[in-house]
């Protein structure tokens, strides 16, 4: 036999091929629902859809590739935990309400166990969590199988399921649906599902749509008030937004583009799987490279599930990814004026959203370099300090205030930062998410397509960008006059694309809160603040002496 079953998987199928014992049918309604067997955890899906390889020996198990993920991790995510003590600190008397709205999208399973026995779900309450115990394991999964392939069509796509309010099978449906985009071969697997794990394998394309990611990667949080009045509304992550406002939409789905395909037909279950074509690596490669970094290097104290050595694979993958996926810079126009280079720094976009996207903490910036012909450098902008910071950008140093958008740079001191600045509703900068109501500045470069004059306000251009025609659909042109002051040439110019999944201010903003999930984000990232960015994309030019 090529593949050895389980003990469980044996005794099952053998009880299910027993004489005069009959199938369950589709949506049979039981007595009082079992959360625990109506969303279950990985386990259940990883006795089957692991101990998988291409022909060539590449491991594409589904477990184990989910399992270094993010998405997998959502739970753990220690800079996640943080802000959410933050918000329940900040606003007390809805700690309850936040704390459930939250684990809708990082608690999925737990917050659907929840549900269905009409309780909300205490993200603390289940801390802290215990590798390799099966208590409080739902809370600790994070985006798990059970979750996203339980996902119906109805809705998706449309604002009645965003902030994760997709729809799933009503308690108490046996088996329940699980969806997958090929069809199903009822003889092959249907047993296994049924019997074991209580699950109807059916075929639907809706799982390879974005309106599928689109569901939590959608989010609007609520504007909280003294004594938790409702005062506004902020559209926090607009990545499926973005995405649908783009030239991407009906040309690259999320899932084509974060789940790479597996070239050739291979197989999905190490159990009577049949070879398919069009497989898509569970590795949900995205951006946060720097929170896989950190789930790796307290591996234990944060209860990962997943290798310390997966984690590690998996931010060299996400950062690789990131480095040939996410931009090109070019520098351009480079050419002596009088006593001044002039040069231009252009970005492209080469994702289909903004960039960066998501969570507001992201932001990229230019590092440029200008040196002469001995060597020294006659300018420098956007340096990355040791402690995670930039030099010369004004919020780093002081959390009222922000760098504006630039359209040309003269000075070390400038910046161009591509960055979403929050505000709340006295026009004062937060990184408060329940205190902000609108966005002082979003400068995130578009991606190609992106129409500003029709987007809506949710994903608008903010600031200074907003009047630059040399901010356009897919690309940013910076240009700078940089000062030659005696210095001779020619002259070398380095130009380069930083990326930060969590910024010096949201970070060190966690700091004055005294529990212990903020303090310890600020310590982990003050640990790997040196290290907390990574180049995208890089140019470089010589510009001649003047004459």
């Given amino acids: 036999m090529k593949h050895r079953l389980p003990f469980v998987l044996i005794s099952s199928l053998a009880v299910f091929f027993a004489p005069g014992v009959p199938r369950i049918a589709s949506s049979q309604a039981t007595g009082k629902p079992d959360p625990a067997k109506e969303f279950r955890t990985s386990e259940t899906c990883m006795n089957c859809h692991n101990n998988l390889k291409t022909a060539k020996g590449e491991d594409i198990s589904i477990g184990k590739l989910w399992g270094a993920s993010i998405m997998a991790n959502a739970a753990r995510d220690p800079y996640w935990l943080g802000s959410v003590r933050r918000e329940t600190v900040d606003h007390p008397e809805s700690s309850a309400a936040i704390q459930n709205d939250c684990a809708t999208c990082h608690e999925p399973l737990q917050h659907l166990r929840d549900?269905?026995?009409?309780?909300?779900?205490?993200?603390?309450?289940?801390?802290?969590?215990?590798?390799?115990?099966?208590?409080?394991?739902?809370?600790?999964?994070?985006?798990?199988?059970?979750?996203?392939?339980?996902?119906?069509?109805?809705?998706?796509?449309?604002?009645?399921?965003?902030?994760?309010?997709?729809?799933?099978?009503?308690p108490g449906t046996q088996p329940r649906p699980s969806f997958g985009p090929y069809a199903v071969d009822a003889k092959r697997i249907t047993p296994v599902h049924t019997m074991v794990a209580g699950y109807a394998p059916m075929q639907s394309d809706h799982i390879r749509d974005a309106g599928l990611c689109g569901s939590c990667h959608t989010l609007y949080t609520t504007t909280l008030g003294p004594g938790g009045k409702e005062v506004g509304r902020l559209p926090e992550q607009m990545t499926y937004l973005e995405w649908q406002h783009s030239s991407y939409n009906g040309k690259q789905t999320c899932q084509e583009c974060h789940m790479p395909a597996v070239t050739g037909p291979v197989e999905v279950a190490s159990l009577l799987g049949t070879p398919r074509d069009g497989v898509h690596r569970?590795?949900?490669?995205?951006?946060?490279?720097?929170?896989?970094?950190?789930?790796?290097?307290?591996?234990?104290?944060?209860?990962?599930?997943?290798?310390?050595?997966?984690?590690?694979?998996?931010?060299?993958?996400?950062?690789?990814?990131?480095?040939?996926?996410?931009?090109?810079?070019?520098v351009e126009s480079a050419q002596p004026e009088g006593g001044e280079l002039a040069f231009a720094v252009r970005v492209e976009n080469l994702t289909g959203h903004k960039l960066p996207t998501a969570f507001p903490s992201r932001r990229a910036w230019l590092h440029v370099v200008v040196a002469a012909a001995n060597g020294n450098a006659i300018f420098e902008s956007g340096k990355l300090n040791a402690d995670g910071s930039v030099v010369g950008n004004a919020n780093d140093a002081d959390p009222a205030r922000y760098s504006p958008h630039y359209t040309r740079i003269t000075q070390p001191d400038q910046v161009e930062i591509f960055e979403p600045i929050l505000g709340d509703a006295e026009d004062h900068v937060t990184t408060g998410l329940l205190t902000a109501t609108h966005y002082l500045k979003d400068n995130r470069i578009l991606p190609a397509g992106f129409d500003e004059k029709t987007a809506s306000p949710d994903i608008a251009v903010y600031g200074k960008a907003a009047d630059d025609p040399d901010f356009a659909a897919g690309s940013a042109t910076t240009h700078y006059g940089i000062a030659i002051n005696g210095a001779a040439g020619p002259f070398h110019v380095t130009a380069e694309l930083v990326y930060q999944p969590v910024g010096y201010r949201w970070a060190h903003n966690l700091a004055p809160y005294k529990g212990d999930e903020p303090q310890r984000f600020v310590h982990y990232f003050d640990e790997s603040a040196a290290h907390s960015a990574v180049v995208l994309a890089h140019a470089e030019a010589t510009i001649p002496a003047s004459h």
């Fill in 115 to 170: 549900k269905s026995e009409g309780h909300e779900t205490a993200v603390f309450k289940y801390l802290p969590f215990h590798a390799g115990s099966d208590q409080d394991a739902a809370a600790a999964e994070g985006v798990t199988c059970n979750v996203c392939h339980q996902i119906e069509p109805a809705g998706l796509g449309t604002p009645a399921t965003y902030n994760g309010n997709f729809a799933v099978a009503a």
């Fill in 282 to 330: 569970h590795t949900f490669v995205g951006a946060n490279f720097l929170m896989q970094s950190m789930l790796g290097a307290h591996h234990d104290e944060l209860a990962v599930a997943a290798p310390a050595a997966d984690l590690k694979a998996a931010t060299a993958q996400t950062t690789t990814f990131l480095q040939s996926q996410a931009a090109r810079v070019t």
